[in-house]
């Protein structure tokens, strides 16, 4: 079997999509990697759990895998509220990071998906903002 159908969805995706400008350090990345869901209701979803600290600004990065089709959208929820993502639905515009100015430390949740349920793989890069 050859290594080429995962060729783009490695180590190398983590380091471009850590790679960003600015005054950033980086703190962690979640990967998700699915097949096209046939029922876009049912999607296939990625959830993650992390610790963010009030004070600190944090940004998302989101970078794709080019060989895939799908488009990852990222959505950053509390237990009681949902502060931001990279995907406008009444826009239909997908951008490649968003910030976030923490104002309460504790548990946040990150969903992770492809846009439409396509085929692809996906890495959200959390980093500080230093400046």
């Given at each position: ?6 060729a ?5 995706l ?5 790679s ?10 979640f ?29 998302f ?16 929820n509390s237990d ?12 239909d515009?997908?951008?490649k ?5 923490c ?27 230093t400046?």
């Amino acid at each position: 079997m050859s290594n080429n159908a995962n060729a783009q969805c490695d180590q190398a995706l983590i380091d471009n999509c850590a790679s960003g400008s600015g005054n950033i350090k980086y703190i962690k990345h979640f990967r998700i990697r699915f097949a096209e869901s046939k029922n876009t209701k049912n999607r296939s979803e990625g959830k993650f759990v992390m610790m963010l600290s009030k004070g600190n600004h944090y940004r998302f990065s989101v970078c794709n895998d080019p060989s895939k089709p799908g488009s990852t959208i990222i959505e950053l929820n509390s237990d009681y509220s949902k502060f931001g993502g990279n995907y406008n639905p009444e826009t239909d515009k997908e951008y490649k990071a968003f910030d976030f100015m923490c104002t309460k430390t504790g548990p946040y949740y990150l969903t992770m998906y492809f846009k439409e349920g396509k085929d692809g793989c996906g890495v959200c890069v959390v980093s500080l903002v230093t400046d």
